[in-house]
């Protein structure tokens, strides 16, 4: 049982390319949510998904796009890398119902 | 949308002292109340949690307490350790789906 599993863990990035953040789970778990960090700062919600198929916007979604064609990944898409993306992006998952989040141990991504 | 505000944003308190850190919600329909805890450099960890039909909670230091009528619920740590230091993070929960994190409360506990 791996938990929550991100890749890559560092990556840096130019300006105006794109790339993907994967995240997979294997706690059969219904919600994922991806977060992102930045220093010294608190967890905003970029995207999240209540189920395969299912997605929708958090707090702070431009810039960013979602799929989840199965339970068990969330990857995160970023269309054109901007500076004001360098963050640490966590992805999480958790049960229905009352029941936390697990976390993954993130992606420091820096755009220069 | 739900507003989450934590207090104090920095707390430092001296080894064994108690430390409380306050989270007020906005939404009424929030039913689910965890704290997560944040070391430097490492990911978000659920450390306790309590449920909209419970009053108080607790697991050995630490506790939590809820006052659905005031929407606020508490973080309680008592006989702080140098390895307590850390951020802290209260998260409620609304109908299961999206989840808004507070800013987050940063404990200093000094040796």
């Known amino acids: 049982n791996a938990g929550v599993t991100q890749t890559p863990k560092f990556q840096v990035l130019k300006t105006g390319q794109s790339m993907t953040l994967q995240c997979a789970q294997d706690m059969n778990h219904e919600y994922m949510s991806w977060y992102r960090q930045d220093p010294g700062m608190g967890l905003r919600l970029i995207h999240y998904s209540v189920g395969a198929g299912i997605t929708d916007q958090g707090e702070v979604p431009n810039g960013y796009n979602v799929s989840r064609s199965t339970t068990e990944d969330f990857p995160l898409r970023l269309l054109s890398a901007a500076p004001s993306q360098t963050s640490v992006y966590f992805c999480a998952s958790r049960r229905t119902g009352d029941y936390g989040y697990t976390f993954g141990s993130g992606t420091r991504l820096t755009v220069v | 949308g739900e507003n989450v505000e934590q207090h104090p944003s920095t707390l430092s308190v001296q080894e064994g002292d108690s430390a409380v850190i306050k989270c007020t919600y906005s939404d009424s329909a929030s039913n689910y109340f965890p704290w997560y805890k944040q070391e430097l450099g490492k990911r978000p960890q659920l450390i306790i949690d309590i449920r909209s039909n419970v009053g108080e909670k607790k697991d050995q230091r630490i506790a939590v307490t809820l006052n659905k009528t005031a929407k606020h619920f508490s973080l309680h740590i008592t006989e702080t350790q140098p390895e307590d230091s850390a951020v802290y993070f209260c998260?409620?929960?609304?109908?299961?789906?999206?989840?808004?994190f507070g800013a987050g409360t940063r404990l200093f506990v000094k040796a």
């Open positions: 998260a409620p929960v609304t109908g299961g789906f999206k989840t808004i």
